[in-house]
């Protein structure tokens, strides 16, 4: 079994920072591509920010310049540093990591989902 655990959720005002982080445990053999995702009320969940095993990152277009992605693998963690927040990044933070376990093929994971709260 492979499971994904985020925290560093919470409530900020707007223009500061928070630092979530997602740990992978299990039967894990390699961590592929690490990403966050957030969903806001009535909309659809949208691509926050990817990074490579290699270190290869992207980002979307509304965080650039202000969020950060970066992982540990010798620890099985992916961080997303967010400085800057504005109102507009509420939303529930979702861990996916792309995880090859001892057991199975490369499969796709989920952590449960992390709240970020912006205020103005």
């Known amino acids: 079994q492979v499971q994904l655990a985020e925290s560093g959720g919470g409530l900020v005002q707007a223009g500061g920072s928070l630092r979530l982080s997602c740990a992978a445990s299990?039967?894990?053999?390699?961590?592929?591509?690490m990403a966050w995702y957030r969903q806001a009320p009535g909309k659809q969940r949208e691509l926050v920010a990817a990074i490579t095993r290699g270190y290869n990152t992207n980002y979307a277009d509304s965080v650039k310049g202000r969020f950060t992605i970066s992982r540990d693998n010798a620890k099985n963690t992916v961080y997303l540093q967010m400085n800057s927040l504005k109102p507009e990044d509420t939303a529930v933070y979702y861990c996916n990591a792309v995880i090859e376990s001892f057991t199975t093929t490369s499969s796709d994971y989920w952590g449960q989902g992390t709240q970020v709260t912006v205020s103005s």
């Open positions: 299990g039967s894990i053999f390699r961590l592929e591509n």
